[in-house]
């Protein structure tokens, strides 16, 4: 080999490693932006500001084994960062951090009610009637087709002093265990 043919050969070598760590930087980042933009608290759904009380309410259905307890089966869940709050304006930021499409709707129990225990129809659906608002639309506020995976809806309420029960109402999702007690004090 030539000397010059050594040069040309190390420049395209050197050439061909810059551009490989340049491209892996890049696919790194763009990566992260991307991941990032879909989790919780980086969903990219920016919810207005509000006064007073927030609830972080969390939807999620993973794959595999059942998890939680009596009713919670298929590895659904609808959680929420406070089990009391106190009543007058409550906003509900709901993130979905599974892999289907969820929602959130606030149905009032009413004397001994237990959370899980209402009546399934033979849609999957339990009866919203009472409802006192849903967080459903993907990056908006209120009632929409519902949580997109990996973004956020949200929803304000004025709640009066009671026991509420937080749920998932599409089809199946309430009897795998979509729902979750909130008290107003």
């Keep these: 080999m030539t000397p010059l043919s050594r040069s040309q050969l190390l420049v395209g070598v050197l050439a061909t490693l810059a551009l490989t760590v340049l491209s892996i930087a ?7 932006q991307r991941i990032g933009a879909g989790l919780a608290g980086g969903t990219g759904c920016a919810a207005p500001g509000s006064a007073g009380t927030i609830v972080n309410v969390t939807t999620t259905d993973m794959a595999g084994p ?5 009713g919670r089966m298929g590895g659904m869940g609808l959680t929420a960062d406070h089990a009391t709050v106190t009543h007058g304006s409550v906003r509900f930021l709901v993130t979905n951090v599974g892999r289907y499409t969820h929602e959130m709707v606030i149905l009032p129990l009413t004397g001994e009610q237990m959370t899980g225990t209402r009546p399934i129809g033979g849609n999957g659906k339990i ?6 608002g849903e967080a459903s639309a993907t990056c908006a506020e ?4 519902g949580i997109l995976p990996r973004t956020s809806g949200w929803v304000s309420v004025n709640l009066p002093p009671g026991r509420y029960e937080l749920l998932c109402n599409f089809a199946g999702h309430y009897a795998a265990g979509m729902y979750t007690l909130l008290t107003v004090t």
Excluded: R
């Design 26 to 32: 890049a696919v790194a980042f763009l990566g992260q």
């Design 66 to 70: 059942m998890m939680g307890g009596p």
């Design 127 to 132: 009866d919203e009637a009472g409802s006192l």
């Design 142 to 145: 209120g009632a929409g087709q």
